[in-house]
């Protein structure tokens, strides 16, 4: 689906955020891109769409270079970004001026999802507020039916029953001919939803593991105090004790807490995915 091969990127000549970045991205999956602000998130999802260009190396989305910008490539990828402009028209308008760029798109779907986020196609984009602006362009996204959905902070400005409406209408919306990439730094808004999950920070790819692989090495545990002779691979202080991430040792099935997870991996990349080696 996507591959992206030694791939180098800075936006000015003495910068460099990516050097030599290699990643695999395959069908059937909601990957979750997680990293602290300035990591390089929206950069690399915007080198897959084609809206940045790379120095070295290269994007590929099932079989084209990004960069090249075809019309067979751009009408699979959707990409909803975090900041966006949306014309002073109607929703049916705004359909109707760029559902055709997409041959699949799907507007028995569009139908369905105005009406799940409660939506109508006769209201007016610009007067909408942000939280519904997010839901349309969620909603048209979905409904292009393309085979890779790129979004990025995609709850942002979402309300909380909005944010599990956003999951339950994800789950219920993809098949496995699709792939999503969804770029957060609110992992507990998508912990339920994404699999695999990929870390990055300051341009690099750090971590990158599925939920299996992480419940198997990896045991989430909350501890009454710190010993020395049972150290975790991290712990943070909270009521009652201490949250901590353990190797998985006996085989325990404990409920992956992804923002703690993520926490631990920017601390202590080694000693995560040491755990992994184990």
Known sequence: MVSIEQLSFGYTRKQSLFNQLALELQPGHIYGLLGRNGAGKTTLLKIIAGLVFPREGRSVVSGFDSRHRTPECLEDICFIPEEYHLPAVRISRYVSLNAPFYKKFDHEKLDWLLREFQLK???????????????????????????????????NGLDIPSKSQFRRVIAASLTAEQSVVISTHQVRDLETLIDPVIIIDEGRIIFEKSLAEISSALSFETLSEIRENFQPIYYEEGLGGYAAIMPNMKNKDTRIDMELLFNGVVANTKGINQAFKL
Request: aromatic content about 8%; overall charge positive.
């Open 121 to 155: 196609k006769d209201q007016k984009l610009h007067q909408l507020s942000f939280g519904q602006k997010k839901k349309f362009l969620l909603a048209f996204g979905l409904s292009t039916s393309s085979r890779l959905l790129l979004m990025d902070e995609p709850t």
